[in-house]
């Protein structure tokens, strides 16, 4: 992979511009940028917080890749204990401050790569899979690209529309989506095992898996034994018990 600078980590306020109930559990926050614009790799993730320091710093992924107007979104989880994202859910409102840092984080692509990519998602794990395949799109490169997202019920589906909408204007890109707890159109169960009705040979892929920590190990596994080599295989694994922020960026990340 070809070596890529590493962005200037920064700490600046932003305006809430939106907030949206995607799911029952999950909404989606936007962002606008009132200073500098940050610099991030698609994939990478932030630290939130409000602006008068009575919120814990957490950690988010963007869900967006980089824009001209310097807007992010990310996708927060409602954790019972969570107090970032209950802050998020509850309290914050258009027009309120935030503060965010950052970037931070290694689950990025090389905008280089020309191999075929598959992308596994489940929950707020979508947020930085969507950042990628978003980037992926806007340049040539890829030959293929297959987002496969896994949800308890059809409510549950995010995205399904900009998803579909992706899809007609790009034939390269295929989305799936599989539920998991809930009876409709196929494709149904859980997404190691649905691999290898997708591709029975993954020898060739880049492969990027977000979400919970036993969803991430369980589609990594399912993926080396289709041959996806192990250096190849990109994690971002996703907690959602609150931890607390000790000053250092982490490798694994809450949406608390």
């Known amino acids: 992979m070809a ?4 962005p200037t980590s920064f700490e600046e306020p932003y305006e809430a511009i939106g907030v949206e109930h995607r799911t029952a559990t999950i909404a989606e926050l936007w962002l606008r940028p009132l200073a500098g614009i940050l610099e991030y790799r698609p994939g990478e993730y932030v630290l939130l917080a409000d602006d008068r320091g009575e919120v814990p710093p957490r ?9 001209s107007d310097g ?9 019972g204990e ?18 965010v840092s950052g970037p931070f984080g290694t689950f990025v692509d090389d905008p280089a790569a020309t191999a075929p990519a598959l992308f596994l998602a489940a929950g707020s794990g979508l947020a930085p899979i969507r950042a990628l395949v978003e980037a992926a799109l806007a340049r040539p ?8 997202f896994s949800a308890r019920t059809e409510a549950d589906v995010i995205d399904r529309e900009r998803f579909g909408q992706w899809q007609a204007e790009h034939e390269r890109f295929r989305f799936i989506r599989t539920l998991t707890r809930a009876t409709g159109p196929h494709a149904r169960g859980r997404i190691p095992a649905l691999l290898p ?4 040979d993954l020898s060739g892929h880049d492969v990027f898996v977000a979400g919970a920590p036993g969803f991430v190990r369980a589609c990594a596994t399912a993926a080396e034994a289709l ?10 694994v996703f907690f959602v018990e609150p931890q607390p922020w000790t000053g250092e960026p982490a490798q694994v990340r809450q949406p608390t």
């Open 227 to 236: 041959g996806a080599r192990r250096e190849r295989v990109k994690t971002e």
């Open 3 to 6: 070596a890529i600078a590493e």
């Open 59 to 67: 950690s988010f992924s963007v869900a967006n890749a980089p824009r």
């Open 141 to 148: 490169g890829r030959r293929e690209l297959t987002l496969v």
């Open 71 to 79: 807007l992010i979104s990310l996708l927060v989880t409602r954790v």
């Open 82 to 99: 969570g107090a970032t994202s209950l802050w998020v859910h509850d309290r914050l409102r258009v027009g309120q401050m935030a503060s």
């Open 197 to 200: 009705e997708l591709s029975a």
